[in-house]
């Protein structure tokens, strides 16, 4: 069974809502990115090209400091860790918002960073179109999210895209579109059936009906 499981995919496509249903299968350790606490994300909302910057910079210290000491020390003892986040989403989104130079010098520093942090057993990629983004997204209703243009979405689903086809580690992909695992209990059933078979795979597609 896998020990470390992250959960990625654009903006409102799901990760929180399957890292917390996994976490309480598994009686595993949470981890779920602490991006309400980021004061840059409301002013980047309102003025990208002025916060980007210091935005991505913020997240990329804040992901460290909340995976290292977890990730690096644990041993045989320790729980299962659920995640709704990778470490690489750092660099992900700082492809989508900073300008060329920028994201030059935001490479050479998460490069050094990188190196320190084991990747998971298991990554779940989670796929969803982009109306179906808008439509979680307006859902939670986080007030500074109503205004993400559909542009900006598509460039995050492109940039996610480009990783998965070069991720080397074990990635699950998942059609978004029809699943619902907390209103059809068997979507979750199916996942978990495939996670506890512990398949040999690099990528696989899971369909979900």
């Not at 896998?2 to 409102?12: M, W």
Request: glycine share 2%; aromatic share 14%.
């Amino acid at each position: 069974m896998y020990r470390y499981i992250a959960i990625e995919g654009n903006i409102g496509a799901g990760k929180s809502t399957l890292a917390n249903l996994l976490a309480k299968h598994y009686d595993a350790r949470l981890v779920l990115e602490q991006f309400a606490d980021n004061n840059f994300l409301p002013k980047f909302y309102d003025d990208p090209e002025r916060y980007a910057f210091p935005l991505e910079l913020s997240f990329l210290a804040d992901r460290y400091k909340q995976l290292k000491e977890l990730l690096i020390n644990q041993d045989i003892f320790q729980q299962k860790i659920i995640s709704d986040y990778i470490f690489t989403k750092s660099k992900l989104f700082a492809r989508v918002n900073l300008k060329e130079a920028e994201y030059e010098l935001f490479q050479r520093l998460f490069d050094i960073i990188d190196l320190h942090l084991p990747p998971p057993d298991l990554l779940i990629y989670l796929h969803a179109p982009i109306p179906g983004l808008q439509s979680n997204i307006r859902k939670r209703g986080r007030e500074y999210e109503q205004k993400i243009p559909n542009e900006y979405l598509h460039n995050v689903q492109e940039v996610y895209n480009q990783y998965i086809k070069q991720e080397i580690n074990k990635t699950l992909i998942i059609d978004m579109t029809s699943v619902d695992f907390i209103g059809k209990p068997d979507h979750f059933k199916q996942l978990i059936d495939f996670i506890e078979k512990d398949y040999d795979f690099k990528t696989h597609y899971l369909a979900i009906e």
